[in-house]
């Protein structure tokens, strides 16, 4: 991986007003400059380097990454348990914890001090960008679902949004909706993969950040290829055959181990995208700022202000 001996700052959402004294002795806020944005283009391999990494991340400090990846899983889970208003709510709060999450891992990266208010250290100064990234995706999924309706008869909106597997007899076998949905839906995935590090960490608008994720992606393609065939191995392949092993010993003891074996293996995968975000896009460093020269007026105003 790409090792870079620039001291980092902190994550955007966390970092504190700088101020500096000015000569009339008034404190105002400082403007810091950062670094332009620059995708990288990676190895192939980094792909599944992403994923060591991020399983190496976890284990130096398990506890608390599974803390927060287990309050952002229940955080959305409540969120999306209210009808109909779960189903807004959830989306739109979604950028903003999972930035928190990639907050904690930026903080167990720097070594920096952890706290269990980083999962909502995303919402301190971009919440508005967040929700309306939440929001913006939630519009474009509804979309796409709301389509399959007079065409599957709701099939697609039933997997998608009510997690019920439909009847596939009442699905017309001439149809290919579901299948374009399912590309329409892995493609916004693309798009939306990397928006929320973008608009907390680069400070950068919605439709900004959606354009530089996806050039992220498509820079990229090879490693996120080999990074996706290795991820589902550990989503899918190996949650089947550990459902099918543990069925054989007790009925339903199968999908109990799979939950639990998802809800430990979360905290890595998820890390792992963050190291896939550092390592494409990098962190915005600050430039130090050069004291001004004192001069003779600023020298006579301190001079009257200790006399008074």
């Known amino acids: 991986m790409r090792n870079d001996n620039t001291t980092e700052t902190e994550p955007a959402s966390l970092l504190p007003l ?21 995708i990288r283009r990676v190895p192939m391999q980094h ?43 959830a989306p739109i709060l979604y950028p903003g914890l999972l930035l928190g999450v990639f907050n904690g891992c930026r903080a167990i990266d720097r070594k920096r001090t952890l706290s269990p208010g980083l999962l909502i250290s995303g919402f301190h100064r971009h919440a508005f960008d967040l929700l309306l990234a939440g929001f913006i995706n939630f519009i474009v999924i509804t979309i796409v679902l709301l389509g399959s309706l007079p065409i599957d008869g709701g099939m697609v909106w039933q997997l998608g949004v009510h997690a019920k597997m439909p009847d596939m007899a009442a699905v017309p076998s001439s149809s290919l909706y579901p299948l374009f949905a399912a590309a329409v839906l892995i493609i916004w995935g693309v798009i939306y993969l990397f928006v929320p590090q973008l608009i907390g960490w680069w400070r950068l608008s919605v439709p900004r950040a959606l354009i530089y994720s996806l050039k992220g992606c498509l820079l990229n393609w090879l490693p996120f290829l080999i990074y996706a065939f290795c991820l589902s191995f ?75």
Not at 18 to 37: A, N
Not at 60 to 85: D, E, H, K, Q
Not at 237 to 256: D, H, S
């Open 47 to 89: 792909g599944w380097f992403w994923l060591i990494e991020g399983f190496m991340l976890w284990v130096r400090n398990p506890a608390f990454l599974s803390f927060l990846t287990i309050c952002f899983i229940v955080g959305i889970t409540v969120a999306a348990i209210p009808p109909y208003l779960g189903e807004l709510l």
């Open 234 to 308: 550990f989503i899918i392949a190996l949650p089947f055959f550990v459902i099918n092993f543990f069925e054989l010993i007790y009925e339903g003891l199968g999908k109990l181990v799979c939950l639990v074996y998802l809800l430990l293996i979360s905290p890595a995968l998820i890390a792992s995208f963050y190291v896939a975000a550092r390592d494409i896009f990098g962190f915005p460093r600050r430039r130090k700022h050069k004291r001004r020269p004192s001069s003779p007026v600023a020298d006579e105003h301190r001079k009257r202000k200790a006399q008074a």
């Open 18 to 38: 700088d101020t500096q004294l000015l000569q009339d002795g008034i404190r105002r806020r400082r403007q810091h400059y950062s670094r332009p944005l620059k």
